[in-house]
């Protein structure tokens, strides 16, 4: 079966699309996936701006929420299309849509109405996959330890996974240890502060930041943010890591404050590793590309090995499109895709509504039980 992922992050800046091919070898338990082409539709720049003044702590009529669920729609069925051309037929969309408010009890609501795309593409497309987890008491995120958890079983050693997108989490992938939850910012406040200072949307390779200097009194101040501390399960987003959390940062040079922002990120994540103990940690998203970020990490997780995605069979761009796809597959399989360990969920549930394309729906019948490794091909 062809899925496609599509997926926009918290840095909001594009839809990553992964189309994979899934199988199911007789006999096993496992689940095979060939990643057959992903690629990223930018979003224009008028649309990103849209999307950044609906972003808390923005104000916005509900008119224009309705109008940018729209744009969204249509945008996620262009970059849905251009992947179709690109790389042949599927047979189910799996969209996330674009986050703009997550809240986990008070809700979540992701944008990008899922039915241009079944129309433009005649594909069903399931989507609105957090909000089911949400209604079973969990916080609908993070849904990619399902993932995680499936790639990473069976290997040797404390495993985990860390996503630097805007927001970043980490998943134990321990035997009798698993867990899941976000650990704070990945990219949100340097990319914020980029943009700010620099009128560009990042840090490239973490250039600037490597220029400057950690102002020690600044990352202290930053670090007992409370979120920090809270138990698990837990989740957080651009509600608190917003632009205006960086209010009253100011007067600090630009290189000190990347330098600053990029050392918060590599010390929040670094402490959850050596909290879990982990020696081998996969790594992914948009951060990996953040070569400063990466270098301050790997200070910050002495001893630990740092694995990109790539190198078992997954880009780290394609993730979490990947991830969706998956979540996708799961869905018309009649399996749960979220790990109720990382949401905090009473138990599984089956993610998302599926609008049909151009024909009745046909789904298979349901599978007994979820696949225990991914085998990425």
Request: net charge neutral; charged share 20%; proline share 8%.
């Amino acid at each position: 079966m062809r899925v496609l992922g599509l997926s926009s992050g918290t840095s909001h800046d594009g839809i990553d699309a992964a189309l994979v091919a899934f199988s199911v070898p007789p006999g096993g338990d496992a689940l095979r996936a060939r990643l057959l082409h992903h690629a990223t539709a930018p979003y224009p720049p008028g649309l990103r701006a849209a999307i950044r003044a609906a972003l808390p702590p923005g104000k916005v009529r509900l008119g224009d929420v309705c109008a940018l669920d729209t744009m969204l729609g249509q945008a996620f069925a262009r970059a849905a299309t251009a992947v179709l051309d690109a790389a042949g037929p599927a047979d189910l969309i799996c969209s996330h849509g674009q986050t703009l408010f997550h809240a986990a009890t008070d809700g979540t609501l992701q944008l990008g109405q899922p039915a241009w795309i079944a129309e433009r593409t005649g594909l069903p497309v399931v989507a609105d996959v957090r909000v089911r987890d949400v209604t079973a008491g969990g916080q609908g995120a993070p849904l990619v330890p399902v993932l995680d958890l499936m790639l990473l079983a069976g290997r040797e050693g404390r495993w985990g996974a860390v996503n630097l997108g805007g927001i970043a989490n980490l998943t134990v992938a321990v035997p009798g240890e698993a867990c899941a939850y976000d650990t704070g910012p990945g990219n949100a406040l340097i990319d914020a502060a980029a943009l700010a200072v620099t009128g560009e949307p990042y840090d490239r390779g973490g250039a600037l930041a490597a220029s400057g200097t950690v102002r020690t009194e600044l990352l202290d101040r930053l670090l007992v943010e409370p979120y920090y501390a809270r138990t698990p399960p837990k989740s957080t987003g651009k509600e608190l890591f917003s632009a205006a959390y960086l209010d009253g940062a100011g007067g600090y040079p630009p290189a000190d404050l990347l330098a600053t922002l990029t050392e918060l990120t590599a010390e929040t994540v670094g402490a959850e590793i050596r909290r879990h103990r982990l020696d081998r940690v996969l790594v992914s998203g948009g951060g990996v590309r953040n070569r400063t970020l990466l270098a301050r990490l790997a200070a910050r997780a002495p001893g630990v090995t740092l694995v990109p995605s790539d190198d078992l069979g997954l880009p780290a761009d394609a993730k979490e499109a990947v991830l969706f796809a998956l979540i996708g597959w799961l869905t018309w399989h009649g399996l749960p895709g979220a790990v109720p360990a990382a949401t905090g969920a009473t138990g599984g549930r089956l993610l998302g509504a599926i609008t049909p394309g151009a024909v009745p729906l046909r789904l298979p019948a349901p599978l007994a039980t979820l696949p225990r490794r991914l085998e990425m091909e």
